[in-house]
């Protein structure tokens, strides 16, 4: 019940917060809870929402998606190796 409070809260901050202040939460919630998947749905959104024209990473415009992905991929290793994880 607490993710799915998580992830409500997170997509309405996608909405009312500072894209920054979203962006940290997502990443919070991608160390709190296990399998958090709906950070990469968040990724693709920020790309939807802010991505069009506006930041381009060497011509590469799906930058937040991208980075996401791999926090996701790198969080699963980053949680094995913490201590107080």
Same mark, same amino acid.
């Given at each position: 019940m607490l993710r799915v409070f998580a992830s409500i809260a997170l997509f309405i901050s996608f909405f009312v917060l500072?894209?920054?202040l979203? %962006? #940290?939460f997502a990443i919070c919630l991608v %160390?709190?809870?296990n399998f958090f998947a709906e950070a990469i749905i968040l990724g693709y =959104? %920020?790309?939807s929402i802010y991505g069009?024209?506006?930041i381009h990473f060497f011509g590469f415009s799906h930058f937040f998606f991208v980075f996401f992905l791999a926090f %996701? =991929? #790198?969080s699963f290793w980053l @949680? @094995?190796?913490l201590k107080f994880y």
């Open positions: 500072p894209w920054w979203t %962006f #940290i %160390f709190y809870f =959104l %920020f790309d069009g024209n506006g %996701f =991929l #790198i @949680k @094995k190796m």
